[in-house]
């Protein structure tokens, strides 16, 4: 079965540190996608990335990069140069192309903190 | 259209009574997803709609919920005889089928079972 894990509960870190949230994953389908969202604390689940299990190329967003490595079922994300404005929840998510892509399995989120 | 819409935001009730959430899609989305989510964990999948056609039930939603999509655009999901362990965001999202930009989340609404 999917599952999606988010080894850090929460993390703390003072405004200008990086900050990396690990996330790593099982699955028994060889074509998936994997998400990040932010969830701040008004609720709102925002998309910020997804990537496809064929394309392993990491990828630089601003301040934001992702790093996939099927060999360890590793989707990780690091955000440079951390801002409060990035304290939120962030959760990293899987969906399976068995089940058509409908559904989500969701990590129980990295709540993070950022001191300034 | 400035994203998915639910309603309530909040909704306090006494446990047995029913519940019922309304959410509003993104107008041109076909495919619509209700998602559950306790307190500090992540969303959890309970039912999918590609347009008014639910074609997907999680074990999650026992017999007293129920959801719908009458005619491929809102969508209701109704609790019945509520129990306090149903309090939780309720979350729903929707998707112009395999977009690449994901789903877009509603703001959810938090029930509260006293």
């Known amino acids: 079965a999917q599952k999606v894990t988010q080894a850090q509960t929460e993390i703390s870190v003072v405004e200008k540190e990086d900050v990396t949230l690990d996330c790593v994953y099982e699955t028994r389908d060889t074509t998936y996608y994997l998400f990040w969202y932010k969830q701040p604390p008004s609720g709102e689940l925002v998309f910020l990335i997804r990537r496809n299990s064929f394309d392993e190329q990491n990828e630089i967003s601003g301040r934001y990069s992702w790093n996939f490595q099927k060999s360890t079922s590793s989707f990780n994300f690091t955000i440079t140069a951390s801002q409060v404005v990035d304290s939120a929840v962030y959760f990293c998510a899987l969906s399976e192309a068995s089940r058509g892509r409908r559904a989500l399995t969701f990590g129980s989120g990295t709540k993070l903190q950022v001191q300034p | 259209d400035t994203g998915v819409s639910q309603n309530p935001r909040h909704k306090i009730t006494k446990r047995g009574q029913n519940v019922t959430f309304r959410c509003d899609p993104i107008s041109e989305h076909n495919r619509l997803y209700w998602y559950r989510q306790t307190l500090g964990q992540g969303p959890e999948f309970l039912t999918y709609?590609?347009?008014?056609?639910?074609?997907?039930k999680s074990r999650l939603l026992s017999d007293r919920f129920s959801a719908e999509r009458p005619k491929g655009s809102f969508s209701t999901l109704e609790i019945q005889r509520t129990e306090q362990g149903d309090s939780a965001m309720y979350l729903c999202a929707s998707s112009a089928g395999e977009s690449v930009e994901g789903y877009t989340f509603g703001s959810g609404t938090r029930l509260t079972v006293v």
């Open positions: 709609f590609q347009n008014e056609a639910q074609l997907e």
